[in-house]
C-alpha cells in the first residue's frame, strides 16, 4: 500500500552491516548468527531488514506466527525460529516452514500429532529451558519425558537447544548469569546425552554477546537491539552506527501571547509570548503521551525544541521561540540512537519500547 506521511523512518543500511560486522568481531568465525525482527524489526522494517542480511546470516527469529509468514511471503528463504508459537497456529507455522521453539510437554505432544497427522519427518524444532527467567521452558525434570517422547516419534527432530539470560546488560547480577550458563550447560548436555542427534546450542543475546562471548558461546548467538544501534549501555552504543532516524516537517508556525496555552485541556500556558511550532506526529505514531509538557523535545536546525503541552493523537507542538526556522522545514523527531536512550530515560522507560511503538502508518525508506 502506498504511504505518503510526510513523516519518515529512515534505515541506514550500511549501519546495520557496521553493527553486524562488529558483533561478528566479538564471535569465533563459525558461531552461528540469529538476527531477532520481532515486533516489525524493534519498530524498523522486519521485511526490508530480512532482505538486506538474507545472504550474511543463518537464521531468522520471530515472536509470532503471522511475523513469520509476513517474511515467507516476502520470499525469505533462510531458516526461522518462532520463539512464542501458540496450539491455535501449529498447522500454518508447519505449512511455512517455520521452525518452533517447544518450551512445554503439552505443546510438543501437540506439534507431534499435526506433523504426523502432515506426514513431515525430521521437522525441525527448538527446545527451550528456563534457566532463570521463569518465563517460557522446560526445566531439569523435565528431560527424561522429553527425550522419551522424541525417540518414539519420527515427525520432528529436535535442531537446537537454547535458553535465555534474565539480566545479561547488569554486570551486578553476573554470578546468577553465570549461574543460568551452568545450569543451561547441564541441562542441554543431559538431553543431548539422550537424544540420536546432535542439536547446536545458543543462549546470548546482544549483551550477552558483549558481556558473555566467553563463557556462553556455543554455537550461535541472537542479536536483536544491537543490530540497530543499542549496546544497553553508553560505552557499547559509542562503537555502534545509528541505524534509524525519525524525520517530519512543521506544518505551521504559531506565536503564543503571554496568558495563551497551548493544545488539550490547555496543558500548557505561556508565561511570556512564544513561538511554537506544529508537526504531523502523534501518539498514533508512537510518541508517547508522556513526553508532553516539556518532557520530551526535538531538534530542528541542530537545536533542541521540547515538546509543549500534551501530544495529541496526529500532532505535537514544540516550542521554537529561539530557534530559526520556517514552515516546511524538516524536524529530526528521533535524531540518534542516544537521542531515544534520552527520551527513554525521561519517562522510566528503556530504547525498546520507544522503538517498537513507532506506529506502522509511518512511511519507512531504506538508504
Do not use: W
Not at 505518503?4 to 557496521?18: M, Q
Amino acid at each position: 500500500m502506498e504511504n505518503n506521511h510526510v513523516t519518515v523512518l529512515e534505515i541506514d543500511s550500511e549501519s546495520i552491516y557496521f553493527n553486524l560486522n562488529y558483533f561478528k568481531s566479538k564471535l569465533h568465525s563459525k558461531t552461528k548468527i540469529l538476527v531477532v525482527i520481532k515486533a516489525f524489526g524493534y519498530g524498523t522494517s522486519a521485511v526490508e531488514i530480512a532482505k538486506l542480511l538474507e545472504p550474511k546470516v543463518d537464521y531468522f527469529g520471530v515472536a509470532y506466527l503471522d511475523e513469520g509468514m509476513a517474511l515467507r511471503n516476502a520470499g525469505i528463504k533462510t531458516p526461522i525460529l518462532v520463539l512464542h508459537p501458540q496450539k491455535a497456529t501449529i498447522e500454518k507455522i508447519l505449512k511455512h516452514h517455520l521452525e518452533p521453539n517447544i518450551y512445554s510437554i503439552n505443546l510438543l505432544n501437540a506439534f507431534i500429532e499435526k506433523a504426523t497427522q502432515l506426514k513431515l519427518q525430521n521437522y525441525p524444532i527448538h527446545i527451550k529451558f528456563n534457566t532463570g527467567l521463569n518465563r517460557l521452558g522446560f526445566v531439569e525434570k523435565d528431560i527424561p519425558l522429553i527425550s522419551s517422547i522424541i525417540n518414539k516419534q519420527k515427525a520432528l527432530k529436535i535442531t537446537s537447544l537454547f535458553s535465555h539470560i534474565a539480566a545479561s546488560e547488569d554486570l551486578n547480577e553476573r554470578e546468577f548469569t553465570l549461574h543460568q550458563i551452568n545450569r543451561f550447560k547441564a541441562v542441554s548436555t543431559e538431553l543431548i546425552n539422550q537424544l540420536p542427534n546432535n542439536p547446536f546450542r545458543h543462549m546470548l543475546n546482544t549483551s550477552g554477546i558483549i558481556n558473555y562471548a566467553k563463557e556462553a558461546q556455543f554455537d550461535m548467538v541472537r542479536l536483536g537491539i544491537g543490530l540497530f544501534g543499542f549496546g544497553n549501555n553508553n560505552t557499547e552504543t559509542a562503537k555502534l552506527k545509528n541505524v534509524i532516524t525519525l524525520k517530519s516537517v512543521i506544518s505551521q508556525i504559531h506565536i503564543i501571547n503571554k496568558g495563551e496555552t497551548v493544545g488539550y485541556n490547555r496543558a500548557f500556558k505561556a508565561n511570556s509570548t512564544i513561538k511554537t511550532a506544529t508537526i504531523p506526529i502523534g501518539h498514533a505514531d508512537g510518541i508517547s503521551r508522556q513526553f508532553g509538557n516539556g518532557k520530551g523535545f526535538v531538534y530542528i536546525n541542530n537545536k533542541k525544541a521540547p515538546i509543549v503541552g500534551n501530544v495529541c493523537m496526529d500532532m505535537i507542538m514544540v516550542n521554537i521561540t529561539d530557534i530559526n526556522c520556517a514552515e516546511g522545514d524538516e524536524v529530526l523527531v528521533y535524531k540518534n540512537q542516544f537521542h531515544i536512550e534520552e527520551l527513554a530515560k525521561s519517562i522510566n522507560t528503556i530504547s525498546y519500547e520507544i522503538l517498537t511503538a513507532i506506529s506502522q502508518r509511518v512511511n519507512r525508506t531504506v538508504n
